[in-house]
């Protein structure tokens, strides 16, 4: 199994131009999360899925949208990049059969200028 | 608000000298208190989960151990690999949703 992967790796993006950060599991985990993490600041919930076709917003919603249309992916769009969203972000899935840990993949780092 | 503290910011330790790492918290509802660890560049790694009071876990140098307001990672005779920030989290909710603290990172010298 290949986990929790992201795409892409690194990016850069001039204000007030879009992208969607991919996010996908091979786990089958049906609880998907988004994370950003700030120096300093520890990691910050953006929005989360309790499965296929259901969101919901976390602790940093604004300037985010999610969807889930299957099980296996969670894409995080940004309309309208803007500095304040210069960061990286991770996401997650779990289980909630087996535990209530959370696996996390290797993160985007995202730079807004 | 669940809140989460993770002391100290830093921690530098020779290789063989034990420590621990605190995290202090306050949630409703408990739904396990978390340790991961994070390699710089890298996503954070789970370690273990706690779910109650006088519960612990272990994991080669490795031990956490819970109460009603903390807990603590020790780290036994730690080695250079064991270099990295401890993360700890605290979940909450019917989807355990997780707050963070700020993290500690460690560094073991030779």
């Known amino acids: 199994n290949a986990g929790v992967t992201q795409t892409p790796k690194f990016r850069i993006l001039k204000i007030g131009q879009s992208m969607t950060l991919q996010c996908t599991q091979d786990m089958n985990h049906n609880y998907m999360y988004w994370y950003r993490q700030d120096p300093g600041m520890g990691l910050k919930l953006i929005y989360y899925?309790?499965?296929?076709?259901?969101?919901d917003k976390g602790e940093v919603p604004n300037g985010y949208n999610v969807s889930r249309s299957t099980t296996e992916d969670f894409p995080l769009r940004l309309e309208l990049a803007a500095p304040s969203q210069t960061s990286v972000y991770f996401c997650?899935?779990?289980?909630?059969?087996?535990?209530?840990?959370?696996?996390f993949g290797p993160g985007t780092r995202l730079t807004v200028t | 608000e669940d809140q989460v503290t993770q002391s100290p910011e830093a921690l530098r330790l020779q290789e063989g000298e034990s420590s621990s790492l605190n995290c202090s918290y306050t949630?409703?509802?408990?739904?396990?208190l978390f340790w991961y660890r994070q390699d710089p560049g890298k996503g954070p790694e789970f370690l273990f989960t706690?779910?109650?009071a006088g519960e612990e876990k272990e994991k080669e140098r490795l031990k956490a151990t819970l109460t009603k307001k903390e807990s603590f990672l020790h780290i036994t005779a730690p080695k250079p690999e064991d270099s990295a920030t401890y993360l700890c989290?605290?979940?909450?909710?019917?989807?355990?949703?997780?707050?963070f603290g700020t993290g500690t990172r460690l560094q073991v010298t030779l």
């Open positions: 989290a605290v979940g909450a909710g019917t989807a355990s949703k997780l707050t």
């Open positions: 949630v409703s509802g408990l739904r396990g």
């Open positions: 997650a899935s779990r289980d909630p059969t087996s535990g209530n840990e959370q696996y």
């Open positions: 706690l779910y109650s």
């Open positions: 899925s309790v499965g296929a076709g259901i969101t």
